[in-house]
């Protein structure tokens, strides 16, 4: 009888371990199944539930349920480093002065001033490209190594007033000469700049057809600079008295000018080879310098008196 009582607590202790261990096992595997039934979202709907006061839960969705929710649409940010900017209106074209009424209703140009070469031409850029441009109409001294008398005094004044401006230049009929330098009217800051360097007596005039849509006025222009004798006719001796000025019809189509000598003076420019002898060469020479212009055309090259000291008598 002893023997069976302990068999039986024995059986009945293994029972007991084993049930435990039973238990101790089932419930690990019940809890973690329990939690993989809820999904993140419903997790996460039941903790906001579950913080919300009693009158927002009424109106919130029960857990299993979507949740919907009404996202206003994003907002448009521009780019970082990008501007609204409005497109400014184009420059208008500034109305050229009453002096330059003679320029003829060609296509205006806008280029600017680099840098003024000397007393008729300037170095400009325009459209992102470089060009030389010399005056029409007139001819200042020359300026550099070999500069003639006002060279200087021409280019200074060309400088004042043209360096670092936009300018605007018209052109009359030739667009470039042999140099290929463009030959324009310029006008800046409502002064018509080839009218005042003949003006001003530092350029002469100089008829060069077909451009002589202004030759009208820069020849009178020349005859005041004259009589006051200012710039290149400081020492300018007129052959015979000057009447008063006439008023030119600047509409009128110019008359061209009639040489009144061997050559003439204000006329195509000239060098030793146009002459056919060294006397043809010399009787021009000392004709322009009895005309006040003195050596114009730069023949007299050691300036000894002699034009042309090369070519055959």
């Given at each position: 009888?002893?023997?069976?009582?302990?068999?039986?607590?024995?059986?009945?202790?293994?029972?007991?371990?084993?049930?435990?261990?039973?238990?101790?096992?089932?419930?690990?595997?019940?809890?973690?199944?329990?939690?993989?039934?809820?999904?993140?979202?419903?997790?996460?709907?039941?903790?906001?539930?579950?913080?919300?006061?009693?009158?927002?839960?009424?109106?919130?969705?029960?857990?299993?349920?979507?949740?919907?929710?009404?996202?206003p649409?994003?907002?448009?940010?521009?780019?970082?480093?990008?501007?609204?900017?409005?497109?400014?209106?184009?420059?208008?074209?500034?109305?050229?002065?009453?002096?330059?009424?003679?320029?003829?209703?060609?296509?205006?140009?806008?280029?600017?001033?680099?840098?003024?070469?000397?007393?008729?031409?300037?170095?400009?850029?325009?459209?992102?490209?470089?060009?030389?441009?010399?005056?029409?109409?007139?001819?200042?001294?020359?300026?550099?190594?070999?500069?003639?008398?006002?060279?200087?005094?021409?280019?200074i004044?060309?400088?004042?007033?043209?360096?670092?401006q936009?300018?605007?230049?018209?052109?009359?009929?030739?667009?470039?000469?042999?140099?290929?330098?463009?030959?324009?009217?310029?006008?800046?800051?409502?002064?018509?700049?080839?009218?005042?360097?003949?003006?001003?007596?530092?350029a002469?005039?100089?008829?060069?057809?077909?451009?002589?849509?202004?030759?009208?006025?820069?020849?009178?222009?020349?005859?005041?600079?004259?009589?006051?004798?200012?710039?290149?006719?400081?020492?300018?001796?007129?052959?015979?008295?000057?009447?008063?000025?006439?008023?030119?019809?600047?509409?009128?189509?110019?008359?061209?000018?009639?040489?009144?000598?061997?050559?003439?003076?204000?006329?195509a420019?000239?060098?030793?080879?146009?002459?056919?002898?060294r006397?043809?060469?010399?009787?021009?020479?000392?004709y322009?310098?009895?005309?006040?212009?003195?050596?114009?055309?730069?023949?007299?090259?050691?300036?000894?008196?002699?034009?042309?000291?090369?070519?055959?008598?």
């Amino acid at each position: 009888m002893e023997k069976k009582s302990r068999l039986r607590k024995i059986i009945l202790i293994v029972l007991g371990v084993n049930l435990a261990c039973s238990v101790l096992c089932l419930v690990p595997f019940f809890l973690l199944g329990g939690m993989a039934l809820l999904s993140p979202k419903q997790i996460t709907v039941s903790t906001v539930v579950a913080n919300q006061p009693p009158a927002e839960k009424q109106s919130t969705l029960l857990v299993g349920e979507l949740l919907t929710e009404t996202t206003p649409a994003p907002t448009a940010i521009p780019p970082v480093g990008f501007a609204s900017v409005t497109p400014l209106p184009p420059t208008a074209t500034p109305d050229l002065p009453a002096d330059a009424a003679c320029i003829p209703a060609n296509p205006r140009e806008r280029a600017l001033v680099v840098q003024a070469l000397d007393g008729a031409r300037l170095q400009v850029v325009m459209r992102e490209q470089t060009y030389i441009v010399r005056y029409l109409g007139v001819r200042a001294p020359d300026f550099g190594l070999k500069s003639q008398p006002f060279g200087p005094e021409a280019a200074i004044f060309n400088k004042s007033l043209t360096q670092n401006q936009v300018i605007t230049m018209v052109q009359d009929v030739t667009e470039y000469n042999d140099a290929h330098e463009l030959l324009r009217y310029v006008v800046v800051n409502n002064r018509f700049v080839n009218l005042e360097l003949a003006r001003q007596g530092l350029a002469e005039a100089l008829p060069t057809a077909p451009d002589g849509s202004c030759d009208a006025i820069f020849a009178q222009a020349q005859q005041q600079a004259q009589q006051d004798r200012v710039g290149l006719w400081k020492d300018y001796q007129p052959t015979a008295t000057p009447g008063p000025l006439s008023t030119l019809d600047l509409s009128a189509s110019p008359t061209p000018a009639v040489a009144a000598g061997p050559c003439e003076c204000q006329g195509a420019d000239l060098d030793c080879a146009d002459f056919a002898t060294r006397a043809e060469a010399q009787a021009c020479y000392d004709y322009c310098k009895s005309q006040g212009f003195g050596d114009i055309f730069l023949i007299d090259i050691d300036q000894d008196g002699i034009a042309c000291i090369n070519k055959r008598p």
